[in-house]
């Protein structure tokens, strides 16, 4: 004999279970479905008119509705149509029973009202298990599924904010060690260059360049730092920080940059900032690889005071059709642009791609409380 745990079935945990409501104006019946589906070890839930199972609904989540159509007050399509009107209970299974509304005019009545399935009387007990099986059973895994979403979700909020640390603690050592190294490096050589143009015109020549090296180095050294992690986006904010960029950017792609964004908008939260920062500069990024353009349009703005609107626009030659869809832009542009949806997602934004032949048009839009703005 197998002890308790070392196989057959397990008992499922009261976590995994899903929520079964019956709804009958007879208690005799409610206690015929209890005893038919209690093989299902789920909870069950009992109802004794529409109302009561209206106020069930919202107390409960719950997976499987199983009402007689039939009853006083408010009968099962009137329920039916009344549940499907809640957003929150439009995915809910429906399963009418009747002993009298047998026609195909009363079952289609009953699907047109939202039903998932029609039984008549008298019951089959094996034919009911069954259908609230699969029932109870999609419920629990469109729950779980919805759980692992919410767990990735979490996660890739996590891994975003990490590597936005990482890129902030690089750029200062680059800018701290790495530039101050170069700046010491420069000074050195200028004083070996005004010795060096007493004794040898040779070395001095090769000192002079040394210069411009080290010059070149400290620039690099300046850009990526501000690539990684621009310091105006600390020390005054987003707006400074963005045309920052995009004037470095005009300037090393030839692409010209036009930006405009709303003076009044003020500081916002940390995490808004930085979000915002690295939509553009994916979108400009996708603007020199991708689109051809000799243009691009930086545009933000805020203007019923409830969204704040960022607008990124050129002039290429657009995304193919086939490249529209999520999977194919992800596959096709990198990981950019599932990275500032997830951005906009978790401030409870969105972001929407409007592509032709004559240019593409990144829209990001997120509501203005999400952006908490500082000191507003």
Same mark, same amino acid.
């Given at each position: 004999?197998?002890?308790?745990?070392?196989?057959?079935?397990?008992?499922?945990?009261?976590?995994?279970?899903?929520?079964?409501?019956?709804?009958?104006?007879?208690? !005799?019946?409610?206690?015929?479905?209890?005893?038919?589906?209690?093989?299902?070890?789920?909870? %069950?839930?009992?109802?004794?008119?529409?109302?009561?199972?209206?106020?069930?609904?919202? /107390?409960?989540?719950?997976?499987?509705?199983?009402?007689?159509?039939?009853?006083?007050? %408010?009968?099962?399509?009137?329920? @039916?149509?009344?549940?499907?009107?809640?957003?929150?209970?439009?995915?809910?299974?429906?399963?009418?029973?009747?002993?009298?509304?047998?026609?195909?005019?009363?079952?289609?009545?009953?699907?047109?009202?939202?039903?998932?399935?029609?039984?008549?009387?008298?019951?089959?007990?094996?034919?009911?298990?069954?259908?609230?099986?699969?029932?109870?059973?999609?419920?629990?895994?469109?729950?779980?599924?919805?759980? %692992?979403?919410?767990?990735?979700?979490?996660?890739?909020?996590?891994?975003?904010?990490?590597?936005?640390?990482?890129?902030?603690?690089?750029?200062?050592? %680059?800018?701290?060690?790495?530039?101050?190294?170069?700046? !010491?490096?420069?000074?050195?050589?200028?004083?070996?260059?005004?010795? !060096?143009?007493?004794?040898?015109?040779?070395?001095?020549?090769?000192?002079?360049?040394?210069?411009?090296?080290?010059?070149?180095?400290?620039?690099?050294?300046?850009?990526?730092?501000?690539?990684?992690?621009?310091?105006?986006?600390?020390?005054?904010?987003?707006?400074?920080?963005?045309?920052?960029?995009?004037?470095?950017?005009?300037?090393?792609?030839?692409?010209?940059?036009?930006?405009?964004?709303?003076?009044?908008?003020?500081?916002?939260?940390?995490?808004?900032?930085?979000?915002?920062?690295?939509?553009?500069?994916?979108?400009?990024?996708?603007?020199?690889?991708?689109?051809?353009? /000799?243009?691009?349009?930086?545009?933000?703005?805020? !203007?019923?005071?409830?969204?704040?609107?960022?607008?990124?626009?050129?002039?290429? /030659?657009?995304?193919?059709?086939?490249?529209?869809?999520?999977?194919?832009?992800?596959?096709?542009?990198?990981?950019?642009?599932?990275?500032?949806?997830?951005?906009?997602?978790?401030?409870?934004?969105?972001?929407?791609?409007?592509?032709?032949?004559?240019?593409?048009?990144?829209? @990001?839009?997120?509501?203005?409380?999400?952006?908490?703005?500082?000191?507003?």
């Amino acid at each position: 004999m197998l002890a308790p745990g070392e196989g057959g079935e397990t008992e499922m945990n009261d976590q995994d279970k899903v929520n079964i409501l019956m709804v009958d104006d007879q208690p !005799a019946k409610l206690l015929s479905y209890e005893v038919i589906l209690k093989e299902l070890n789920e909870n %069950l839930i009992k109802a004794h008119s529409g109302r009561e199972a209206l106020d069930q609904l919202l /107390k409960n989540d719950i997976a499987v509705v199983l009402m007689d159509v039939s009853m006083p007050e %408010l009968d099962g399509f009137e329920l @039916a149509e009344m549940i499907r009107e809640h957003p929150r209970f439009q995915r809910t299974a429906i399963i009418f029973i009747s002993a009298v509304h047998l026609t195909e005019v009363d079952q289609l009545k009953a699907y047109q009202r939202g039903a998932v399935d029609y039984i008549s009387v008298p019951i089959i007990p094996e034919l009911l298990r069954a259908k609230v099986s699969v029932f109870a059973d999609l419920h629990r895994k469109t729950r779980q599924l919805e759980q %692992l979403n919410l767990e990735l979700r979490t996660l890739s909020a996590r891994l975003m904010s990490t590597q936005d640390e990482e890129r902030r603690r690089i750029a200062r050592d %680059l800018h701290d060690g790495a530039g101050q190294v170069v700046v !010491a490096f420069a000074m050195n050589n200028e004083i070996a260059l005004a010795e !060096a143009e007493k004794l040898s015109p040779g070395a001095a020549e090769a000192l002079r360049q040394n210069t411009e090296v080290a010059r070149q180095f400290t620039n690099e050294i300046r850009t990526i730092s501000h690539l990684l992690h621009p310091p105006l986006l600390d020390e005054i904010g987003l707006l400074p920080a963005i045309k920052l960029f995009a004037d470095g950017f005009a300037e090393r792609s030839k692409i010209e940059v036009s930006v405009e964004l709303a003076p009044d908008l003020g500081r916002l939260a940390p995490n808004v900032e930085i979000s915002i920062f690295r939509i553009v500069q994916e979108c400009l990024s996708n603007v020199y690889r991708h689109s051809e353009s /000799k243009t691009a349009a930086i545009k933000m703005w805020s !203007a019923d005071e409830k969204t704040l609107t960022l607008e990124v626009r050129d002039q290429g /030659k657009g995304m193919p059709a086939e490249h529209r869809f999520a999977q194919e832009l992800r596959a096709n542009y990198g990981v950019g642009l599932s990275g500032m949806r997830e951005r906009l997602r978790e401030l409870g934004g969105t972001l929407e791609i409007r592509s032709t032949g004559a240019g593409t048009v990144v829209i @990001a839009a997120l509501p203005v409380n999400s952006a908490a703005i500082v000191g507003a």
